[in-house]
């Protein structure tokens, strides 16, 4: 597609509940990346996919959070049983390799109530 | 640890007024990118400009890398400038991986 294309634009959820985000990145680009935007703050890493595999998991900050992207273009932040605290603006960016400039989605909007 | 610092954190112009943002980094890059994020949270990529300088249009940057900072100069500013200038590099120690974004300068221009 022309843009990172993210859905859905807005999500509401109850605690504890599960919650999947999807990103369909340009098309052709290899490199994946998800980060998370709390408010009055810039964007933090969460994860990096080179191709189908996660080079870099580091950001998440931990194992509720899980993305997978299986054939390499299309990937899911998979989050369980939310908390109040994962409220968020959910990013995700890629790029044609990864030392060029990134291209950012308009984001997911998530509120765990 | 690796930081990226801008200034100022905040800005008030009236519209027509020219500015500069500046951003501190802490270490070596391989990619330094400005973005603009607008009031719906879209977040513009306006340079990719890991070194020396470029211009698009009313905007400008700088990237002297070797004294590790960069500016972003806006000349006469208009409404739609309005939002917060995001500065994000790519280490050299996380190559590739990641871009660590300063708390950005939130900026408002007056009509």
């Known amino acids: 597609g022309a843009g990172v294309s993210q859905t859905p634009s807005n999500k509401v959820t109850e605690k504890g509940k599960y919650v999947e985000l999807r990103c369909d990145p340009i098309?052709?680009?290899?490199?994946l990346y998800w980060y998370r935007q709390s408010l009055g703050q810039g964007p933090e890493f969460l994860i990096y996919?080179?191709?189908?595999?996660?080079?870099?998991d580091s950001g998440l900050p931990n194992d509720r959070f899980f993305a997978v992207r299986p054939e390499g273009s299309v990937s899911t932040l998979k989050i369980q049983r939310t908390e109040r605290g994962d409220s968020a603006v959910y990013l995700c960016?890629?790029?044609?390799?990864?030392?060029?400039?990134?291209?950012f989605g308009s984001g997911t909007r998530l509120t765990v109530v | 640890g690796i930081q990226v610092e801008q200034s100022p954190p905040d800005l008030i112009l009236q519209e027509g007024a020219n500015s500069t943002l500046r951003c501190n980094f802490s270490?070596?890059?391989?990619?330094l990118q400005w973005f603009h994020q607008n009031p719906w949270g879209q977040l513009i990529n306006l340079f990719y400009?890991?070194?020396g300088t470029k211009q698009n249009g009313r905007l400008s940057a700088t990237t002297v890398a070797t004294e590790r900072y960069s500016l972003l100069y806006i000349s006469s500013s208009q409404t739609t400038d309005s939002g917060v200038y995001f500065c994000?590099?790519?280490?050299?120690?996380?190559?590739?991986?990641?871009?660590?974004f300063g708390e950005g300068t939130q900026l408002t221009v007056n009509p």
């Open positions: 960016a890629s790029s044609y390799h990864r030392e060029s400039g990134y291209t």
């Open positions: 098309s052709g680009h290899t490199a």
């Open positions: 996919f080179q191709g189908t595999g996660a080079a870099d």
């Open positions: 270490d070596s890059v391989n990619n």
């Open positions: 400009i890991p070194s």
């Open positions: 994000a590099v790519d280490f050299k120690e996380t190559s590739g991986s990641r871009l660590t």
